[in-house]
């Protein structure tokens, strides 16, 4: 199967990807990373040998650079992403009250596994740890939330 | 998830100001109708009437490299050009072309058409022999048939022995369009 030219390739891709990208950073943060997705996938575009899978590997360019911001975010910020500009404000609003005690990788994952709906799996690689990390910080991030009185 | 506009178009410029297209693209309004407007690194590359993108993306990538993309930015300074050309504004196009894509004979024979003045006509048995080739007119007929850049290499200008229009890749009815606009319509 031939490399299609770069024009079909995003033309297919551009709508899955910014929907994970928004998944994992917000609104705001998406729309950067999701231009950077698509240069760096321009840059590695002429060493594709085939057409095959080309889905997964956007996804997997745009994770890494989702990563990447979220790396940069937590170096520079106690807090996860900015969720202040996501479509549905409420829930997240919501989450974002209720979770504003929990330590900062709890926080991360419980908004990653209920604001987001992501998989451990993603979850653990949003946040540079094991997919079964990931799911231990979620359930005592949860277990902590609900053994607080909640207001 | 849709993707809006502005941010298409921020990657499209975005793409084209780093140099990691091997062809941009853009569709381009004119009165012979709407054209596909293509440029390299090396220059314009082509130009197509009642182009299908993706049909053309697909020929382009074959012909340059895969990372073809529209992005209008680069092919600013042609449209511009062509836009000057169909107000009666431009007789020369100033655009360095690249036929990189054309054969031997083809760029010969290009390289004559090119230097085919606004406002003038030749035969096609006239070009053959300016390309060194005088018995190839049919040969030179198939080249401005293949003409990858039309109205910018003005393969319009160029007519039957009898001065009859015969053929254009755009269609006759375009042929007549643009030559009435540069005043050349032979026999009017």
New interface residues.
Partial sequence: MR??????F?EDQ???V??QL?GMLGRDAA?DA??ET??RA??A??T?QHGRHLRAWALQIARNVALDVLRRTRATSADVPDLASVDEPLPYEELRRLTAELPQKERAAVFLRYGYDLSYEDIGAALGSSSEAARQATSSGVRRLRRKELP | MTVSPQLDRRFRDAAAAEGLLDVAFELHDTPVGRLLVAVTDHGVCEISYDADPDAEAERLARAFGSRVLRSPRPTDEARRQLDEYFDGKRRDFELEVDLRAAREFGRAVLAELARVPYGEVTTYGTLAARAGRPRAARAVGTVMNRNPVPIVLPCHRVVGSTGSLVGYAGGLERKRTLLELEGALPNA
Avoid at chain 1, 3 to 8: A, G, I, L
Wanted: hydrophobic residues 35%.
């Fill in positions: 490399v299609p030219p770069f024009e079909r995003y551009q709508g899955p910014l929907k928004r729309d999701f231009q698509f240069l321009l840059r575009y002429p594709l």
